[in-house]
DNA sequence: ATGAAATCTCGAGTTAACTCCAGATCGAGA
DNA sequence: TCTCGATCTGGAGTTAACTCGAGATTTCAT
């Protein structure tokens, strides 16, 4: 099965430029074209969008996601660079995911504080002056 | 107690060009300067900034925090505005948070590949030659 | 008294990640 | 054949969030 721009676009809910300026950047450098130029796409490079989407929500600059795509292309002999980035993203996104945890909790006791104005003076000097 | 914002910029990792900037956006609006214009923070002031940096890290535009605070200094009649930005936020939150444990799950399974490439074949179409 | 350290303002510059536009081309349907 | 829609390229423009630099002021230890 291939797709075009346009259904990879929508699949993906990334806009055709953006799609266009990944490829510019050198996230796809496997992708083929059809015989009058046009950009076709497999289901491994959906897969691959699929990691790039991970990768770049998980704050990863598009620069190391070129750099992961240039090692993919080499072969073999760069898979022990390549675990290694993924293990030290895998690092962060752990400790994204702590962070995310705290701020979640900040947030539902500033919310809670709303909810029960009488709580207020425990909370943060009282910045919400109710 | 009293701060210099020498001693904020260390205490929350923000440059002093940063914390700076966040005055000038607005988001701090309470903040004191003493006789020679020079900004002093109090401990209101560093529970005030944990809340930025809370709404920043979890992905609230600086303009939307700057709204925030705009209504904190606007007092009561202003609570309701800031429970539903708060509310409509934490879901946010909680969203970010159920992606980013699929995406670590993503990255977790890639790594196993590394580890065991017999694994390959099963994985996102095999974009990573092994 | 003086030189260093910390702060200030204003405004310009930077960076990442898009986002858009003009002009060209190609393939399919009336 | 003509036209419409989808795609292409190259390059310029945008936006958010900083980041920096110049020049001025104040404070403080020697």
Redesign the interface.
Known sequence: MKYSINEVSKKFGLSIHTLRYYDKEGLMP?LERDRTGNRVF???????I??IC?LK??GMPIKEIKQYADW??Q??QT?NE??VM??N??KK??M??E??????N???S??EV??NPELAQKM???????
Not at 124 to 130: A, C, M, S, V
């Open positions: 496997f497999s289901e491994t490079d959906l897969n691959w699929s990691m991970c929500n998980t993919c292309t072969g073999m898979i390549r675990k993924l293990t993203h895998r996104v752990l994204q995911l962070d995310l945890k705290k701020d979640l900040l947030i539902d500033k919310i709303y909810d943060y000097g009282g910045l919400e002056k109710q």
